[in-house]
């Protein structure tokens, strides 16, 4: 047995113990991964709305940093490394400078640059044009607009995600409604469906963030509407989890081989033989280093985390389009 398998096989334990008792209700979704998924995508839906209502400062402070590193990591894994494009070293390149190029803080505009390299090869079509067109467009609202630009793009990017999620595989009508209430909810909270818990609660508050939740509105969005601001502050908590879900619960499901979930060993056997035991120590160090560093200072890790991050919406935009220029089964 593995180091890491060692270390595992106490939780696993306690996994397998959990099971057997829940067996009676829980046995039909082991069994019918498209009935797992729909309940795990719905659940995930409905409980972010929740969060958000209760505890939106809890979400927005302690999400990035416990769950920041693992969600980027399933990113790259299921957008780059499962699709081998790792294996194109001029794809990578091109793509991957702009990328990095953001998170050492260059705008926007550089960020939405690495659609271009994405489509090459695809070939003259109106698809190649739609891409052409939408990338024009994102760059000229980058350069005139850029505060305008992120506000929308950090909203957007969680719904790509989604949209991602469900062009992995064929989907069930059924499955639709977990798009449905994404959309749904975040319309919801942007027309005002969470500003009654927001004034029964004076401003949620969590000492230990070392502000409240209209501070921490006031901060993001100085220059809006304190009502508005307040609304796409939650809509955007609301994403964010739904966002972390889909990476971390629903596209790893869809994506591994057998139907049945892993135990927590297997799940990371299956790290290492996408990404090599070195890589992957390096974001368990950058995980745990960012935890100890919001233990620290929680604003000053989440805003450390933010920055490392900034590279992931657009690596979502650049193969979203590379997916519509080639077709997502030729990719």
């Not at 966002?243 to 297997?266: C, E, G, K, N, Q």
């Not at 299956?270 to 929680?298: E, I, K, N, Q």
Request: hydrophobic letters at 60%; a positive charge.
């Amino acid at each position: 047995m593995s180091v890491a398998g060692a270390i595992l096989a106490p939780v696993d334990s306690v996994r397998s113990a959990i099971l057997k008792v829940a067996s009676p209700w829980v046995s039909p979704l082991f069994a019918d991964r498209r009935r797992r998924v729909w309940w795990l995508g719905v659940v995930s839906v409905v409980s972010a709305f929740v969060v958000t209502g209760l505890v939106p400062l809890w979400s927005l402070a302690l999400g990035p940093v416990l769950l920041g590193v693992p969600h980027l990591v399933s990113d790259v894994r299921y957008l780059v490394v499962r699709p081998k494009l790792h294996h194109k070293p001029w794809l990578l390149v091109l793509v991957g400078a702009p990328l990095l190029a953001t998170s050492l803080g260059a705008g926007p505009e550089v960020g939405v640059l690495a659609i271009v390299p994405a489509v090459f090869g695809a070939g003259f079509s109106w698809r190649l044009v739609v891409v052409a067109f939408v990338w024009l467009a994102l760059t000229a609202a980058a350069y005139l607009e850029p505060f305008g630009f992120q506000l929308a793009f950090v909203h957007a990017h969680n719904l790509l995600a989604v949209l991602l999620w469900w062009s992995l595989t064929a989907r069930a009508k059924s499955m639709a409604w977990v798009p449905l209430l994404t959309v749904g909810g975040a319309v919801a909270i942007l027309a005002g469906a969470l500003d009654p818990l927001v004034t029964w609660s004076g401003g949620w508050s969590a000492p230990w963030t070392g502000t409240s939740f209209t501070e921490f509105v006031e901060n993001i969005t100085p220059a809006l509407d304190p009502t508005l601001a307040g609304r796409l502050v939650l809509s955007f908590c609301f994403l964010q989890s739904v966002h972390y879900a889909v990476w971390l619960r629903l596209v790893p499901d869809d994506a591994r081989p057998r139907p049945a979930p892993r135990t927590f060993a297997a799940s990371w056997d299956a790290l290492v033989a996408d990404f090599g035991l070195a890589p992957l120590l390096v974001f368990v160090a950058l995980s745990l280093g960012l935890a100890v560093w919001g233990a620290v200072t929680l604003p000053g890790a989440r805003l450390g985390y933010l920055q490392l991050a900034a590279f992931h919406g657009y690596l979502e935009l650049a193969i979203a389009a590379r997916w519509f220029a080639f077709g997502r089964a030729s990719t």
